[in-house]
T-cell receptor
Framework: GQQLNQSPQSMFIQEGEDVSMNCTSSSIFNTWLWYKQDPGEGPVLLIA?????ELTSNGRLTAQFGITRKDSFLNISASIPSDVGIYFCAGQFLSGSNYKLTFGKGTLLTVNP | KAGVTQTPRYLIKTRGQQVTLSCSPISGHRSVSWYQQTPGQGLQFLFEYFSETQRNKGNFPGRFSGRQFSNSRSEMNVSTLELGDSALYLC??????????????FGPGTRLTVL
């Protein structure tokens, strides 16, 4: 089945620093999604990407859909303490009735104030 | 507008028992998907229900089953619980199915512990 490799597994940064994380796949996806999960909560959608090469921003967050359709990255600029959490990438491939979301294993972000 | 609600939030069971989890989607949403989240495997798709029909299924054993009611509320059942079933079970709802799955909104999850 499709698998996503998300890296890094964890990051420890200082407030104000920029952050970058990425996901790669052995298969192509039609859609790439980035979620954030806070403790005790479900994931919340941050950014959705629908076309190869697409670059989309949401405030301090920027994500790109790789040209090969097999990778995506998420950047967070000028990090703040509330950015702490687990960030997940997810890919969706549409083929007939098969449209399951495949998730990466997450990047745990810690921001030191 | 109320979000996705899941009950119970926490559950402790013993091996061999069965468990039923409930999910109420956002009002108007007709698709409900279930996921299992564990530290080792991450988020894994269980199944999706739309208009009371299972539309898609992940790679889980038959002990995991679900259903959806006419009001779009969904239940997930796990029979003959195993230690490895301990996980956070997340439910996500969306307006439609298929191509619109990216418009999913997740609930807070049910934390199941199997002793």
């Amino acid at each position: 089945g499709q698998q996503l490799n998300q890296s890094p597994q964890s990051m420890f940064i200082q407030e104000g620093e920029d952050v970058s994380m990425n996901c790669t796949s052995s298969s192509i996806f039609n859609t790439w999604l980035w979620y954030k999960q806070d403790p005790g909560e479900g994931p919340v959608l941050l950014i959705a990407l629908y076309k190869a090469g697409e670059l989309t921003s949401n405030g301090r967050l920027t994500a790109q859909f790789g040209i090969t359709r097999k990778d995506s990255f998420l950047n967070i600029s000028a990090s703040i303490p509330s950015d702490v959490g687990i960030y997940f990438c997810a890919g969706q491939f549409l083929s007939g009735s098969n449209y399951k979301l495949t998730f990466g294993k997450g990047t745990l972000l810690t921001v030191n104030p | 507008k109320a979000g996705v609600t899941q009950t119970p939030r926490y559950l402790i069971k013993t091996r061999g028992q069965q468990v039923t989890l409930s999910c109420s989607p956002i009002s108007g949403h007709r698709s409900v998907s279930w996921y299992q989240q564990t530290p080792g495997q991450g988020l894994q798709f269980l199944f999706e229900y739309f208009s009371e029909t299972q539309r898609n299924k992940g790679n889980f054993p038959g002990r995991f089953s679900g259903r959806q009611f006419s009001n779009s509320r969904s239940e997930m059942n796990v029979s003959t619980l195993e230690l490895g079933d301990s996980a956070l079970y997340l439910c996500a709802s969306s307006l439609a199915s298929g191509a619109f799955a990216n418009e999913q909104f997740f609930g807070p999850g049910t934390r199941l512990t199997v002793l």
